[in-house]
């Protein structure tokens, strides 16, 4: 029998073992030490890494804008169609002169080139497609919208100048598709414009077909893309209907393309350029100051019934007589407000989003000529009619960002007359906001709002208001403030001119 060792050599031999294996594992966790700072610092670099990459694609993408081919080009020759684009201006559409860098717009667009056009709300954009398609009556245009009010809208204006156009959208019937498509093939209504929905280019295969066969006939004319800042991955409302737009420029080829905004940022433009390869398009904007446009900023009471008191009191004294939108956060709330209103003499109508097609266009008819003053509405309603006497816009609650308030605030004016926009707001607006909006970017948008609110009086000391010969703004503002407010209740009321916010917006 094998002699055994000893005990305590056994006991020595394990000491030693643990002691090995303790150092090893002192080097193992100081490796994985040194491997977790190093992680944490490549985390921290890659922060800053991609903090620098935004400034640089900014800063790259406002130098292509400032550098981008000058569009005098397209005014400073003479082309075959100038003659008949002044003759159809004057008589068609009733109009002496064009806005700055329309026609610019219109040259590249019968030169064939692909168009990407930027300018404020109400400037215009449409005669950029409207007066092209009156010379080839026997193509047809196709006008891609977001929203079906914006193509009752649009449909109502061309009735005015005995333009004829019709729609396929999510409210159409089931035979109605084929009947248009019908009507267009054998051309006998001289159809000029087909409206639909970004929503409905990406539902309907039975469209893209026939758009494919349009253009293989010879019957396309161009495809119109408006309000393309939707394409965007910063409206994800949007997003899915608007990215799959490429499939109209795979299916016909070589027609161009006329992408309208009423205030596309660069990340928009950006995403636009990519998703339909128009890199080389002519890229035209204008920007203006909305000066007739005067802004207020209410602070309101937290309780619902007296702030609706303090509007029916504006409604009834500084806005009596006046076509307006009030905009509020929900459905729920329009018609709360309408009810606690109580104003029978004020045609007043709450706008949804599940009013069906018909009643829709009753109040588009109505609203445009005049038959309605007040429409209350929610921002997710989407109203989109563009009736150009409306002397106020309000907003009875803090919108989501500056975007939706500087697109819903350019409804108002757009006849170059003196209009107001007014914004009531309180924090709980604001957190409110938050609460829904929840992810970070979406966040420091409705931060903004308050920001803006807050810092308005200050902006206003630095200003002089157009038509006051006070060299004191503030006194101006103190002034209308006890001219206008309703003695139970004490808020100020603050107000200057929109110049400026258009280009701070694009800029930002």
Same mark, same amino acid.
């Given at each position: 029998?094998?002699?055994?060792?000893?005990?305590?050599?056994?006991?020595?031999?394990?000491?030693?073992?643990?002691?090995?294996?303790?150092?090893?594992?002192?080097?193992?966790?100081?490796?994985?030490?040194? /491997?977790?700072?190093?992680?944490?610092?490549?985390?921290?670099?890659?922060?800053?890494?991609?903090?620098?990459?935004?400034?640089?694609?900014?800063?790259?993408?406002?130098?292509?804008?400032?550098?981008?081919?000058?569009?005098?080009?397209?005014?400073?020759?003479?082309?075959?169609?100038?003659?008949?684009?002044?003759?159809?201006?004057?008589?068609?559409?009733?109009?002496?002169?064009?806005?700055?860098?329309?026609?610019?717009?219109?040259?590249?667009?019968?030169?064939?080139?692909?168009?990407?056009?930027?300018?404020?709300?109400?400037?215009?954009?449409?005669?950029?497609?409207?007066?092209?398609?009156?010379?080839?009556?026997?193509?047809?245009?196709?006008?891609?919208?977001?929203?079906?009010?914006?193509?009752?809208?649009?449909?109502?204006?061309?009735?005015?100048?005995?333009?004829?156009?019709?729609?396929?959208?999510?409210?159409?019937?089931?035979?109605?598709?084929?009947?248009?498509?019908?009507?267009?093939?054998?051309?006998?209504?001289?159809?000029?414009?087909?409206?639909?929905?970004?929503?409905?280019?990406?539902?309907?295969?039975?469209?893209?077909?026939?758009?494919?066969?349009?253009?293989?006939?010879?019957?396309?004319?161009?495809?119109?893309?408006?309000?393309?800042?939707?394409?965007?991955?910063?409206?994800?409302?949007?997003?899915?209907?608007?990215?799959?737009?490429?499939?109209?420029?795979?299916?016909?080829?070589?027609?161009?393309?006329?992408?309208?905004?009423?205030?596309?940022?660069?990340?928009?433009?950006?995403?636009?350029?990519?998703?339909?390869?128009?890199?080389?398009?002519?890229?035209?904007?204008?920007?203006?100051?909305?000066?007739?446009?005067?802004?207020?900023?209410?602070?309101?009471?937290?309780?619902?019934?007296?702030?609706?008191?303090?509007?029916?009191?504006?409604?009834?004294?500084?806005?009596?007589?006046?076509?307006?939108?009030?905009?509020?956060?929900?459905?729920?709330?329009?018609?709360?407000?309408?009810?606690?209103?109580?104003?029978?003499?004020?045609?007043?109508?709450?706008?949804?989003?599940?009013?069906?097609?018909?009643?829709?266009?009753?109040?588009?008819?109505?609203?445009?000529?005049?038959?309605?003053?007040?429409?209350?509405?929610?921002?997710?309603?989407?109203?989109?009619?563009?009736?150009?006497?409306?002397?106020?816009?309000?907003?009875?609650?803090?919108?989501?960002?500056?975007?939706?308030?500087?697109?819903?605030?350019?409804?108002?004016?757009?006849?170059?007359?003196?209009?107001?926009?007014?914004?009531?707001?309180?924090?709980?607006?604001?957190?409110?906001?938050?609460?829904?909006?929840?992810?970070?970017?979406?966040?420091?948008?409705?931060?903004?709002?308050?920001?803006?609110?807050?810092?308005?009086?200050?902006?206003?000391?630095?200003?002089?208001?157009?038509?006051?010969?006070?060299?004191?703004?503030?006194?101006?503002?103190?002034?209308?403030?006890?001219?206008?407010?309703?003695?139970?209740?004490?808020?100020?009321?603050?107000?200057?001119? /929109?110049?400026?916010?258009?280009?701070?917006?694009?800029?930002?």
């Amino acid at each position: 029998m094998a002699d055994r060792p000893p005990p305590y050599e056994t006991h020595i031999s394990v000491d030693s073992e643990v002691r090995g294996l303790s150092s090893k594992l002192e080097i193992v966790d100081n490796e994985l030490l040194i /491997l977790d700072l190093e992680r944490h610092q490549a985390r921290l670099r890659q922060i800053e890494l991609k903090a620098l990459q935004r400034r640089i694609k900014k800063n790259r993408d406002i130098l292509r804008l400032q550098n981008r081919p000058n569009t005098n080009y397209w005014t400073s020759r003479d082309h075959p169609w100038d003659r008949e684009v002044k003759v159809l201006l004057q008589d068609k559409f009733n109009l002496e002169a064009f806005r700055p860098k329309q026609i610019e717009a219109i040259n590249a667009l019968l030169s064939g080139k692909n168009v990407i056009t930027i300018c404020p709300p109400g400037y215009g954009k449409s005669l950029i497609y409207q007066l092209p398609a009156c010379m080839v009556q026997d193509k047809i245009t196709i006008v891609i919208e977001p929203t079906v009010s914006k193509i009752a809208d649009q449909i109502l204006k061309l009735r005015q100048f005995n333009i004829k156009s019709t729609t396929l959208n999510s409210f159409s019937r089931a035979t109605e598709p084929k009947k248009i498509h019908e009507r267009i093939n054998l051309n006998k209504s001289r159809i000029s414009f087909l409206f639909v929905t970004a929503q409905w280019v990406a539902r309907s295969a039975l469209f893209r077909r026939h758009i494919r066969k349009y253009f293989l006939r010879g019957d396309l004319a161009r495809i119109v893309i408006d309000e393309f800042q939707y394409c965007s991955r910063s409206c994800p409302e949007y997003k899915i209907s608007y990215g799959n737009l490429n499939a109209l420029k795979n299916i016909s080829p070589r027609i161009p393309i006329l992408a309208l905004s009423s205030g596309a940022k660069n990340e928009a433009l950006e995403d636009f350029q990519k998703l339909l390869n128009l890199q080389e398009a002519v890229i035209i904007s204008e920007v203006t100051n909305n000066t007739n446009i005067y802004l207020k900023v209410v602070s309101k009471p937290i309780k619902l019934k007296q702030s609706v008191r303090f509007l029916k009191h504006m409604l009834l004294n500084d806005l009596e007589g006046k076509f307006g939108i009030i905009y509020v956060t929900s459905t729920t709330l329009a018609f709360k407000v309408k009810r606690l209103l109580d104003i029978d003499h004020l045609n007043i109508v709450v706008y949804t989003q599940s009013l069906n097609f018909k009643e829709r266009n009753k109040i588009h008819n109505k609203w445009f000529n005049g038959e309605i003053q007040i429409i209350i509405t929610a921002t997710e309603a989407l109203f989109d009619i563009e009736k150009p006497d409306v002397d106020f816009v309000l907003h009875f609650c803090a919108p989501k960002s500056m975007d939706v308030f500087y697109y819903e605030v350019s409804k108002a004016g757009r006849n170059r007359q003196k209009a107001e926009a007014i914004l009531f707001y309180n924090i709980y607006d604001i957190f409110n906001n938050v609460c829904k909006i929840g992810e970070d970017k979406n966040i420091t948008k409705a931060l903004d709002i308050l920001n803006y609110a807050q810092n308005l009086l200050v902006s206003l000391c630095d200003k002089r208001h157009d038509e006051r010969s006070s060299s004191d703004l503030l006194s101006y503002c103190v002034a209308r403030w006890r001219e206008a407010r309703p003695r139970p209740i004490r808020f100020p009321i603050f107000g200057f001119t /929109l110049n400026g916010l258009y280009k701070s917006l694009l800029n930002r």
